[in-house]
């Protein structure tokens, strides 16, 4: 078994080290993750079958309906996070049963 030496396994590190300067936090290694991640604007990333449906009528009167929860919940006393997780987890399940329908 060979030795490695300890200077080779610090070149090797994943992040460029300058002597002197501080490593990197976490919040620097997520900056600059999240700038090269490339930016999707939603409708840019949809194709125009989907882009039609965004134009419906059909979309105002969800728009009405999370209007409608959101008052709702508001009035109970619920929070804009309590809203929004349910707003949220209603559509996933809306989307994933839609799904199901299109690729049966």
Known sequence: MSKIKFKKILK????DRTA???LPT??????AYNEKKPKLNMKEGLDRRAMSILNNKDV???????DGIAMEMADDGYDLDDVQRFVMEYAKQLATDGYKKAVR
Not at 26 to 31: A, I, N, P, R
């Open 12 to 15: 090797e590190a994943a992040w």
């Open 20 to 22: 002197g300067k501080a």
């Open 26 to 31: 976490l919040d620097d290694v997520q900056k």
């Open 60 to 66: 105002k009167s969800l728009k009405s309906a999370c």
